[in-house]
């Protein structure tokens, strides 16, 4: 499958991770949620924003629990914690929410 | 101890790159600690290499996952031994290592350090106190 975007075509593996991560803009990642049946809201950005930080200093998306614990210590428990998270992406916040970022599955993932 | 609670201690010998073992170990630590064990890695032989600090990748065209052991703390895997003698037999330091702390939970999140550097009789003891001890 693949996204597109501006008229161009974006690589992904079967599931519809991206391929090529430099791909990524905040377009694309619209057009991913909306194909997720996400609509994207400044919680989802949040959300998403964090997880392309985590990437970006650790190279690995970080398993559900880690990233519901830290967006607990950076936005408080309002926001981290399981029933929210799984209202903002319903398919899993690490799971659809790498998806959106544009990163790999975590790892573990199945 | 707690019920059902066992000590994993990962041994890792291998140099980063060349083979996969040494980003294999560190996918299966990061599996392994959705299971709530007492986990530890062990570094020795050529597997100090994989703690070394500014490792650049680019000519050899694979991925550098030496900052992925930065983000062991979040994974609650917070001991990493380092064998003394078999950094110096290769020339390193703790120096040349990167630093890789965690933060306490239990002390008001304060952050410490992970890698502990032990002698080679030391590290026998650890692994001595393990249950299970898996080789990479």
Same mark, same amino acid.
Request: net charge negative; aromatic share 10%; with cysteine.
């Given at each position: 499958?693949?996204?597109?975007?501006?008229?161009?075509?974006?690589?992904?593996?079967?599931?519809?991770?991206?391929?090529?991560?430099?791909?990524?803009?905040?377009? +694309?990642?619209?057009? /991913?949620? #909306?194909?997720? $049946?996400? @609509?994207?809201?400044?919680?989802?950005?949040?959300?998403?924003? &964090?997880?392309?930080?985590?990437?970006?200093?650790?190279?690995?998306?970080?398993?559900?629990?880690? +990233?519901?614990?830290? /967006?607990? #210590?950076?936005? $408080?428990? @309002?926001?981290?914690?399981?029933?929210?998270?799984?209202?903002? &992406?319903?398919?899993?916040?690490?799971?659809?929410?790498?998806?959106?970022?544009?990163?790999?599955?975590?790892?573990?993932?199945? | 101890?707690?019920?059902?609670?066992?000590?994993?201690?990962?041994?890792?010998?291998?140099?980063?790159?060349?083979?996969?073992?040494?980003?294999?170990?560190?996918?299966?630590?990061?599996?392994?600690?959705?299971?709530?064990?007492?986990?530890?890695?062990?570094?020795?032989?050529?597997?100090?290499?994989?703690?070394?600090?500014?490792?650049?990748?680019?000519?050899?065209?694979?991925?550098?996952?030496?900052?992925?052991?930065?983000?062991?703390?979040?994974?609650?895997?917070?001991?990493?031994?380092?064998?003394?003698?078999?950094?110096?037999?290769?020339?390193?330091?703790?120096?040349?290592?990167?630093?890789?702390?965690?933060?306490?939970?239990?002390?008001?999140?304060?952050?410490?350090?992970?890698?502990?550097?032990?002698?080679?009789?030391?590290?026998?003891?650890?692994?001595?106190?393990?249950?299970?001890?898996?080789?990479?």
């Amino acid at each position: 499958m693949s996204y597109e975007v501006d008229g161009q075509e974006i690589a992904t593996d079967e599931e519809g991770y991206i391929t090529d991560l430099s791909d990524w803009t905040p377009e +694309l990642a619209e057009v /991913i949620a #909306k194909a997720e $049946g996400v @609509e994207m809201t400044d919680e989802h950005w949040a959300v998403v924003n &964090f997880l392309r930080d985590y990437y970006e200093e650790y190279q690995i998306a970080p398993a559900v629990r880690v +990233l519901i614990k830290s /967006i607990k #210590k950076s936005m $408080g428990p @309002e926001v981290g914690n399981n029933k929210y998270m799984y209202e903002l &992406f319903p398919y899993g916040p690490a799971k659809q929410a790498c998806k959106i970022a544009g990163l790999p599955k975590p790892t573990g993932c199945v | 101890m707690e019920d059902g609670v066992k000590k994993f201690l990962y041994v890792n010998r291998k140099a980063p790159y060349g083979t996969i073992y040494a980003l294999e170990a560190l996918e299966v630590v990061l599996i392994g600690a959705a299971f709530d064990q007492d986990v530890s890695l062990a570094f020795l032989d050529d597997g100090v290499f994989q703690l070394t600090k500014a490792q650049d990748t680019k000519e050899i065209g694979v991925k550098n996952f030496s900052p992925t052991f930065r983000a062991l703390g979040d994974y609650e895997v917070t001991k990493l031994y380092v064998e003394k003698e078999s950094l110096d037999e290769r020339g390193l330091t703790a120096d040349d290592l990167q630093e890789i702390t965690y933060e306490d939970e239990d002390d008001d999140w304060a952050e410490k350090p992970s890698i502990i550097i032990v002698s080679r009789s030391e590290m026998a003891d650890v692994m001595a106190g393990q249950d299970v001890i898996l080789s990479f």
